[in-house]
């Protein structure tokens, strides 16, 4: 059994997590990225590290703290992780703030100069005062923490300043009193621009602008002098859900959503400089356990504002344009379902433009030969061109049935609010499965005559996710995946009815058995002598039994190679020479979202694409889609965004289990990396169609 172990290693989810997160942070550390874009990639990767510990961290702990006779094994796992993130959190913490700095300092060098409230001139000084009485006055009103216990109360959502506050008493002698708040960055946002001064432009935290106007936000107390310090906390972010059966799924929700809020901390970061007394006052008010992080950190907390910092001219600053590539072929005066039913057609967002996909919905909502639109929805933009359509086709008599996921993380409110919206309209909601989180994201256009239309989609429809996230979008009339994609609706209303999928993949029916079954045919297919091989993209693998089964390929000789971008379970350091697994993670402008599976089958390949990874989660508790691609041209493009990936060694980086994040080789490298590969790939294609249409007109 221990030789076993060894020799198939497994890495907790978790760590692999802190390194996929390291790699956001090379980023951020690259010379060659714009500097606008470095500072983004410093946001994305506190964001990250953010949700990390109120999701991740919090249930660890959760489990690590737990004293019952069963579950002692996890219990004992799950402390010696956190106490791995720990570790890691602070080593990498250190490498955060030098990138910071130096961004900084590169910053400075293009003349845009990030100042704090001790470097303001005389001139620049009046300035900020006059804009905290315009803007800020009011908004803050300080707490002393002598008067309270705790900071229930108080968000993780905030940056607080703790201020240290001096006084003469009485006699002449100094006395201090404490206090904190926190800053209003909802309201006046985190960056305040001052004006431009000899070439150079000027930028401010507003945490500085809050320190040059201490004497004001504390005016009539008689203090003679300041010092503040930021610090930041985050809590456990699970939701307790009432189990009451009497409850309604939105009051649980709900109830949830409060519970969020009040959740225990479990992190505390804080400017290194605050002095003793204070730090102890905070702290005491904070509850911390011993297996809590408290992290020493720098002048400024909250840096996921980065992604927000103000936008300035000049091509050196941020990446070149890469507006959406309109698809000729489905552009222009004829019916877009039409041209769908005639052949398959895809998308590949951001590339390809999601407004063909929204032009799917608005043909469907006003068309007279559309009875019906059904749709899954995980994730949706603030301002939903989706459900505006959805609700248009609800007005104009079609069937519309929306399946919307309550439980979508962090979207849980919105969500909510969404549903209420289409049921008002007359669309028949429904709130997913009992104990499963719906995330396919698959669309049936039900039509009077002809064939019906399905979209299968690899991410979210989401405008937002759309321009930010890589995703494919298979658009068919194929007659056997359509009518399973409407079981797919029926097995969601209906979750024990007895439903058999033949073509789709679908979780937690058969997807895994059906993935372990596609594994086995090349295992076979190799001692058989025929092409044997797997070659996948996607975002996260962590399933225990899949690991295993890619570790039985590979000892077997199947080639495995896999472009993972986040979590992988993995360990390929040190595996034996007739061993061949290669992993790269590709960290770029575009967040990499599409999940696409190749399968060698002995010479015939088999290409899926779809909403599922290779998580317990995915396979086991979740309705995920995945579909098969037989269109030849499709399936082509399939293969060729995985080999992209597997060949882009710009923006790749070995996933190999260590977390050392070295820089990806291949025989065969691109010359830029995939991303831009793929868009002047596409850019020539559509060209050289637009040229071909031209001629036959």
């Known amino acids: 059994m221990g030789k076993k172990k ?48 109120r999701v991740r961290v919090a249930s660890l702990n959760r489990v690590a703290e737990w004293d019952g006779k069963t579950g002692l094994r996890e219990a004992r796992t799950a402390a010696v992780t956190v106490k791995q993130i720990n570790r890691l959190n602070s080593r990498y913490a250190k490498d955060f703030e030098v990138a ?19 470097q303001a001139d005389e001139e620049q000084a009046a300035y900020i005062r006059n804009y905290y009485q315009e803007h800020i006055d009011g908004y803050i009103v300080p707490i002393w923490l002598s008067a309270v216990r705790h900071l229930d109360y108080e968000t993780d959502e905030k940056i607080y300043l703790a201020v240290k506050a001096c006084r003469l008493t009485q006699t002449g002698k100094t006395a201090y009193d404490y206090a904190y708040f926190s800053l209003p960055v909802d309201s006046c946002g985190r960056f305040v621009r001052l004006p431009d001064k000899e070439g150079r432009s000027y930028i401010m935290y507003i945490d500085d602008v809050v320190r040059c106007c201490l004497p004001k936000v504390f005016e009539g107390n008689g203090f003679i002098s300041f010092s503040a310090y930021s610090f930041k906390f985050t809590r456990d972010a699970e939701m307790e859900i009432d189990n009451d059966q009497r409850s309604g799924i939105l009051q649980k929700i709900s109830k949830g959503l409060k519970s969020r809020k009040k959740g225990e901390p479990l992190r505390f970061v804080y400017d290194g400089n605050m002095p003793e007394d204070l730090l102890r006052r ?16 720098g002048r400024y907390q909250n840096h996921k ?87 248009a086709a609800a007005r104009n008599g079609k069937k519309v049935t929306v399946v919307i996921e309550l439980l979508a993380r962090f979207d849980e409110e919105s969500n909510m609010n969404w549903s209420q919206k289409l049921e008002d309209a007359g669309v028949k909601v429904i709130f997913g499965v009992e104990g499963l989180k719906v995330h396919s994201k698959v669309l049936h256009i039900g039509m009077k005559k002809g064939g019906d239309i399905a979209c299968i989609s690899t991410g979210n429809f989401h405008e937002g ?40 993949l679908v979780s937690p029916n058969e997807m895994k058995r059906r993935f372990i079954s596609l594994i086995n045919a090349e295992i076979r297919n190799r001692k058989n002598g025929k092409p044997a091989y797997i070659r996948m993209k996607l975002n996260h693998v962590t399933d225990p039994e899949m690991v295993e089964r890619i570790y039985e390929a590979a000892y077997a000789g199947v080639g495995i190679e896999m472009s993972v971008r986040g979590n992988c379970s993995i360990v390929t350091d040190r595996l034996p ?121």
């Not at 790699?23 to 990250?48: D, M, T, W």
């Not at 300092?105 to 990030?114: D, G, K, M, T």
């Not at 905070?282 to 992290?295: A, P």
């Open 6 to 53: 060894t020799m198939k290693p497994y890495l907790e989810r978790d760590i692999s997590w802190m390194y996929f997160n390291r790699r956001v942070l090379q980023e951020a550390c690259k010379e060659e990225v714009p500097l606008l874009e470095r500072l983004n990639f410093l946001g994305i990767y506190s964001n990250n590290l953010d949700e990390f510990f």
């Open 100 to 118: 910071v700095k130096q961004v900084n300092e590169a910053l400075a060098e293009h003349n845009i100069c990030i100042i704090s409230d001790a």
């Open 282 to 297: 905070v702290l005491g008010r904070l509850d911390l356990g011993e297996r809590d992080t408290v992290l020493r950190g």
């Open 305 to 391: 504002d980065l992604m927000k910092f103000p936008s300035f001219p000049g091509s050196a600053l941020k990446y070149p344009p890469m507006p959406p590539v309109r698809r000729s072929s489905l552009d222009g005066p004829e019916s877009i379902l039409e041209r769908i039913r005639r052949q398959d057609r895809f998308l590949h967002v951001p590339y390809h433009s999601f407004d063909t996909f929204i032009r799917v919905l608005h043909e469907a909502a006003t068309s007279r030969n559309v009875s019906s639109i059904k749709i899954t929805l995980y994730r949706l933009a603030k301002d939903s061109k989706v459900v505006r359509a959805l609700i």
């Open 465 to 504: 996710n759309a321009r930010a996230y890589t995703d494919c979008i298979l658009m068919t009339s194929s007659r056997r995946i359509v009518k399973e994609v409407a079981q797919v609706f029926d097995f969601i209303e209906k979750p024990y009815a007895p439903i058999q999928f033949k073509e789709l």
């Open 577 to 697: 020479e007739n061993c061949h697994i290669r992993i790269n993670g590709i960290i770029d402008r575009y967040l990499e979202h599409s999940r696409i599976f190749v399968f060698a089958a002995g010479g015939e390949e088999k290409v899926f694409i779809g909403s599922a990874d290779w998580m317990p989660r995915n396979l086991d508790n979740r309705v995920e889609v995945v579909v098969p691609v037989y269109d030849p041209t499709i399936k082509q493009e399939m293969k060729r965004i995985v080999d992209y990936a597997l060949r882009d060694v710009r923006q790749g980086r070995a996933v190999d289990g260590t977390g050392a994040n070295i820089p990806w080789t291949c025989n065969d490298p691109l010359e830029t990396g995939s991303q831009q590969a793929l868009y002047r790939y596409y850019e020539e294609l559509e060209a050289k169609e637009r040229e071909y249409d031209a001629g036959m007109a």
